[in-house]
């Protein structure tokens, strides 16, 4: 219920209502404050690195590069990441419960692209030592000249895949922070004054 008050301007009988009355009720914009943070933009940027990291760990096991096993959770969790990316552009109908939804999904992406990250840098420093087994006489084979190149492609690749990473936790941030905004998750739904200006009764 809103919180109301009133100042009665003119007129001395009881049954009159105020001529000035202030109310106090919330903002009825204060859903447009999510279309600020352009989600539409936000959530396509989310969904494209989200696809384009599952594509590069797709063709690298499709290469025996990388084992099945240790990459699942890695596409499981870019999956989320498009989820939420699509949660955030259906959100722009403003509909409440969208919001709430798009919420939870960035809140469950940030987690899951921090996942991504770590996931990444330990497979980073795993690829440092890979060829490594190589004897002192193979160092100037091709087999290691071949298996250097690509553990040094490998490295270029896991660290884009930092980056892209940390891109996708700093947008999730952003648009978790403006739904939180939206549907007050911290603190209550401000409120904004409404004056009434009534019209004085005619004289009798």
Not at 2 to 20: I, K, M, R, T, Y
Not at 111 to 127: Q, R, W
């Amino acid at each position: 219920m809103a919180a109301e008050g009133a100042a009665v301007e003119a007129g001395s009988g009881p049954d009159q209502s105020p001529l000035v009355s202030v109310t106090f009720q919330r903002d009825p914009a204060r859903k447009q404050k999510y279309l600020e943070s352009e989600p539409k933009a936000l959530g396509i940027t989310q969904i494209g690195l989200s696809v384009f990291q599952i594509s590069v760990v797709s063709v690298f096991m499709a290469r025996g590069l990388d084992h099945v096993s240790v990459e699942i959770p890695f596409i499981i969790a870019s999956l989320l990441v498009i989820i939420a990316g699509s949660v955030a552009i259906a959100a722009q109908n403003l509909h409440l419960p969208t919001l709430k939804a798009c919420l939870g999904m960035q809140i469950v992406a940030c987690g899951a692209s921090l996942f991504n990250m770590i996931h990444t840098v330990i497979k980073l420093e795993d690829h440092r030592y890979r060829c490594w087994y190589y004897d002192e006489e193979d160092l100037g084979t091709l087999n290691f000249t071949t298996c250097k190149q690509v553990s040094d492609a490998y490295s270029h690749m896991d660290s884009e895949s930092i980056l892209v990473q940390a891109a996708l936790v700093a947008i999730s941030i952003t648009l978790a922070a403006y739904c939180c905004k939206v549907v007050n998750c911290c603190s209550p739904a401000p409120k904004m004054p409404v004056i009434t200006v009534q019209a004085p009764p005619a004289p009798h």
